[in-house]
């Protein structure tokens, strides 16, 4: 027995901090993200086994101790992994959500060693709420107001491309992606599936008209 805790409440923190940092991962990994079901809990078991070495594992020396400094350590070394999770490719960038649920997860097994259990419980269900149900949210309100797919059908000569780039760049709106296919035996025509991303004051329509009115736009439509 360690002074002030005994061998089986230590099992039980390190058992719970299992369940927990599990919980939060098994939806990290279900969207096949870098950092999933595994990391998650690692670190936060990691997490859970400083903060009861912080407490107790230094009992007994004569020297003056700070309880809480290996676990300080863990709030900011969780960065590190974090950042391994985040990647750029062009102007977006990936893996933001998943290095916040490693830093939440961290502070989660740090309440767990800690003996805060409820706190913990409370913080798991709410970043599990988070990361499932507002998801939906996100892209059902957020994410589908400020980026459309849209899917153009125009004439395949030289500059129309441009025409349509240029319309796009007047109104402020973004080409997040663009894939082309020519149509017909001829190869007179070509369809453009474009993901854009409209300014926050910017209406799908007013863009709708704008390419619209390009000559050698066939037509148009939103991709849903």
């Known amino acids: 027995m360690i002074e002030g805790i005994n061998q089986g ?3 039980f923190r390190l058992v719970i901090a299992f369940i927990l940092g599990g919980l939060v991962g098994l939806e990290r990994e279900s969207h096949n993200k870098s950092a999933g079901f595994r990391t998650h809990i ?4 990691g997490s859970a086994l400083i903060m009861l070495v912080s407490i107790y594992g230094f009992t007994g020396f004569a020297t003056n101790r700070d309880p809480f ?5 863990v709030v900011s070394g969780i960065g590190f992994l974090g950042a391994g999770t985040i990647m750029r490719e062009g102007s977006n960038v990936s893996g933001l959500t998943t290095a916040a649920s ?3 997860v961290s502070g989660i097994g740090l309440a767990v060693g800690a003996g805060y259990y409820y706190s913990a419980a ?7 709420l988070t990361l499932i149900s507002l998801a939906y949210v996100e892209k059902r309100y957020i994410h589908r107001q400020l ?45 453009l599936k474009m993901l854009i991303k409209l300014p926050m004051h910017t ?10 009115a390009i000559e050698g736009v066939y037509s148009i439509q939103v991709d849903d």
């Open 9 to 11: 409440e230590i099992a």
């Open 42 to 45: 690692l670190v936060c078991l």
């Open 69 to 73: 400094r290996l676990a300080a350590q």
């Open 102 to 104: 490693l830093w939440v």
């Open 122 to 128: 409370i913080t798991t269900g709410l970043s599990f």
């Open 147 to 191: 980026y459309q797919s849209l899917i153009l059908v125009i004439a395949e000569i030289p500059g129309q491309i441009g025409k349509v780039g240029n319309a796009l760049g007047k109104l402020s709106v973004t080409i997040k992606t663009l894939e082309m296919e020519s149509l017909g035996i001829d190869n007179t025509k070509l369809q």
């Open 203 to 212: 209406r799908l329509e007013d863009v709708m008209t704008e390419l619209v």
